[in-house]
């Protein structure tokens, strides 16, 4: 295991720890808990907006809390969900009276963790929470056992957009409900990644080996084969995200290339060439493009490709401003 | 070799192609070469800002042409010079009365060719060209002979500053070398990178050690040896910055935490958390941290620290907002 760290039991105390003295402007916890972190100056009567899961992928989960984005993120150990108490804390934090959205990926633990902690908020503390949950990895068949993974990017900036402009929580749901229903993802894994306290790594592929379709956790995905060519792997990751989102010509998308950790930017433009061709071909016009790490999993190599598919009121929100540690745009 | 491409032969290719289409509302090119890339919209009669060097090293070094930075970067093959040809007709485009200031990294196939094209813009088209290099690599002891790394994007930052409050070519050039006199990074090297044409590692590291001081084309450090903790690796890396600079109690910088390719964010907090520990035990204010990917050599693991000293007139121009599709800041 090569890896930059002090010890495998403190390597979340350590990173949290750094995490809080880089970002003091913008972040603090509650509950003495630094697993429970809060935005600081939040907005009074705006609809707080909660995130969390496991550790190990950043920017996921934490590094988009910030202004236009969300307010708070509960932090589990890498790749363990956070506790119910850790959400619970983190909910009671960021509701000024306007309620809380739960904005979270599709798995077992923070789905448990995360319903609790809305029945607690509820019961004790009179918080009206709602949920929207990520599952845009096409990669498995069934629309509602999908995993989410970097397209949850969109459902954050949607949702934020529209709990800065101060809509009800009811409108701030639809709004992510509306975008997590129109994004899409599927990513290729080149190489595994190691969980610290585990020490060794999590699956393998052979030197010219891929797989189509992983998760960020190394969950299987749906083929496994010889390294193709950049343009030969876009095509077969395009496929099943474009039949899934029924894309019409004259249709609008923004593109998200994300890198898994140990991918370059390099190999993310020669990928985006073909991402480009093959849309244009199609007549769908690409309205904006984000590349870089937005979803990782550690020191894994490998890439996603979403797409969000537009219309005038996603785009609103989609162009609005946001500033957090890991994310800043302007309007665009 | 295992990478996301379609040939080593069309790789730069290819991937200038692909952010050429993905931000086509920033980078155009001249001279019909795509290796000349140029911002759209220069600001006339505004000091023109270039930089280039070898491929690989994204978002190095194209990635901070934008508003309130750079105006144009020549391109070359991964880690090799552009030519001097393509230099000058990017000094030609960026060049609107003001004259032209180039900022790049201290290596022999970049200065060679940026001396010619000051050359030929001075003596054919009448553009007075300044130069700051960047030497920022305190791994080597002779001060002249030190490698430019991740620390030039501070002297970016305060040139590109400068330069937008429409200073002249002799304030932006003393802002830029008193940026580039102020900044000092140390690096370390975990795994190696692997150039597409060449298809092996450049340097081989066992899978339990580390190479101090590596630069970002895998040059010699100062110490190869067993893989450390994070809080003594940081130590090593932090004496001779801080042995470079000659810090006061009560001194303030700028910290950049800068991976190298495939090192986890993760993995630069645990790192910064020893930073803020040995600066706050010296009296060193931080201003501001920086942490992601600035400089890097591909999929090499490993990350660099870089130290900003700053005083009034330094924070001024670091402080104020940038924006370009690898590096957006607001005004701090």
Redesign the interface.
């Known amino acids: 295991m090569?890896?930059?760290?002090?010890?495998p039991d403190t390597?979340?105390k350590?990173?949290?720890?750094?995490?809080y003295?880089?970002?003091s402007d913008v972040y603090t916890y509650v509950n003495d808990d630094i697993h429970s972190l809060v935005k600081k100056n939040i907005t009074p009567g705006k609809v707080g907006l909660a995130t969390g899961g496991g550790?190990?992928h950043?920017?996921l989960f934490l590094g988009y809390v910030g202004d236009g984005m969300l307010d708070g993120c509960s932090i589990g150990e890498v790749f363990q969900s956070s506790s119910a108490e850790q959400m619970h804390e983190v909910t009671k934090a960021i509701d000024t009276g306007a309620g809380v959205l739960y904005i979270y990926g599709n798995y077992g633990g923070d789905r448990m963790n995360f319903d609790m902690a809305a029945e607690m908020a509820d019961f004790e503390d009179d918080i009206k929470v709602n949920t929207v949950i990520g599952r845009d990895d096409v990669s498995s068949n069934h629309k509602e056992n999908r995993r989410g993974v970097a397209g949850i990017f969109f459902v954050y900036k949607v949702a934020g957009a529209a709990a800065a402009e101060m809509l009800s929580l009811e409108e701030v749901t639809r709004l992510a409900q509306k975008a997590a229903d129109n994004v899409a993802t599927m990513g290729?894994a080149?190489?595994p990644c190691t969980i610290p306290r585990v020490g060794h790594p999590s699956f393998e592929l052979a030197?010219?080996e891929m797989e189509i379709g992983m998760g960020i956790h190394g969950e299987a995905g749906i083929r496994r084969g010889k390294?193709d060519?950049?343009?030969r792997?876009v095509d077969e990751m395009l496929e099943p995200v474009l039949a899934d989102m029924d894309l019409q010509e004259g249709d609008e998308v923004a593109v998200l290339?994300n890198g898994l950790?140990?991918?370059?930017?390099?190999?993310?433009?020669?990928?985006?060439?073909?991402v480009?061709e093959v849309l244009s071909e199609k007549g769908i016009k690409i309205f904006k493009?984000y590349?870089?790490?937005y979803a990782?999993s550690?020191?894994m190599?490998g890439?996603s490709i979403s797409l969000f598919k537009l219309d005038a009121e996603l785009k609103k929100y989609l162009c609005r401003p946001a500033?957090t540690?890991?994310f800043?745009?302007?309007q665009l």
Chains 1, 2 share one sequence.
Do not use: C, W
Not at 263 to 273: A, G, I, K
């Open positions: 090569k890896k930059i760290l002090n010890s390597f979340i350590d990173m949290l720890t750094g995490l003295k880089a970002h550790s190990g950043l920017p290729v080149l190489s030197e010219d390294l060519t950049a343009d792997i290339m950790g140990a991918t370059p930017l390099e190999e993310q433009y020669v990928s985006y060439n073909r480009h493009v590349t870089g790490e990782t550690m020191e190599a890439m500033n540690p890991f800043t745009q302007l």
